[in-house]
């Protein structure tokens, strides 16, 4: 009994525990949920619930698409290079929904388990853009289930409303320019992928709660 409830641990076969909260890191339920959000003790990943502030979203928004892309690019760029002060990234991704539990949602996935949990640390008692930052380690470390499949098609028919993460991104040039000037960075510390300094993160067959 034991290995199967271990086997359905937040799948949909789960009656306990919420499987969009163990997919997502969010639910459109929140704390009404009937099921359990189960909060990590440890994870690569850390959330920071509605700390994009997206103008397109502002009913007295002017700008066009361009400078919608720019603001966004800035925005991005000044996570990305603060959030490589606490240890290795290697992905962060911005929610583009529009529903109350995934607008501005930024999720940060770290190569190892204590860059998170010290960013997540260090960053509870910041600000940005005037407004403090919340964080929480997220049970998300695989984001190919939490992001919605049908929004990088045709289309999503729900749109922003979708309950699967719909990803913004950055820029090509943005995201190229980050990802060589990281691995730069890395090297010049002697933390490339080929260092063996710190312990790597343990298989997921360990429970994380």
């Given at each position: ?80 290079c603060e959030l490589c002060k606490y240890g290795e990234l290697e992905e962060l991704v ?116």
């Open positions: 009994m034991a290995n199967f409830l271990a086997s359905i641990f937040g799948t949909e076969l789960d009656k306990v525990n919420c499987s969009f909260y163990f997919k997502i890191g969010a639910c459109r339920h929140g704390d009404r949920c009937s099921r359990k959000h189960v909060k990590p003790s440890y994870s690569q990943t850390i959330l920071m619930p509605n700390l994009y502030q997206n103008p397109a979203y502002d009913p007295k928004n002017r700008m066009n698409p361009s400078q919608l892309q720019n603001h966004f690019d800035a925005f991005y760029e000044d996570i990305w911005v929610c583009d929904n529009n529903n109350d539990h995934l607008i501005g949602n930024v999720y940060a996935r770290f190569k190892y388990e204590d860059s998170a949990s010290a960013a997540c640390e260090q960053l509870n008692s910041r600000w940005y853009a005037a407004r403090p930052i919340y964080c929480e380690l997220s049970p998300v470390t695989d984001f190919r289930e939490a992001c919605c499949r049908l929004n990088s098609g045709e289309g999503c028919v729900r749109g922003g409303f979708c309950n699967f993460i719909h990803r913004k991104n950055p820029s090509d040039e943005l995201d190229r320019e980050l990802t060589l000037s990281t691995k730069k960075w890395l090297k010049v510390r002697g933390r490339d992928e080929r260092s063996v300094s710190r312990s790597p993160t343990p298989e997921p067959t360990r429970r994380r709660f």
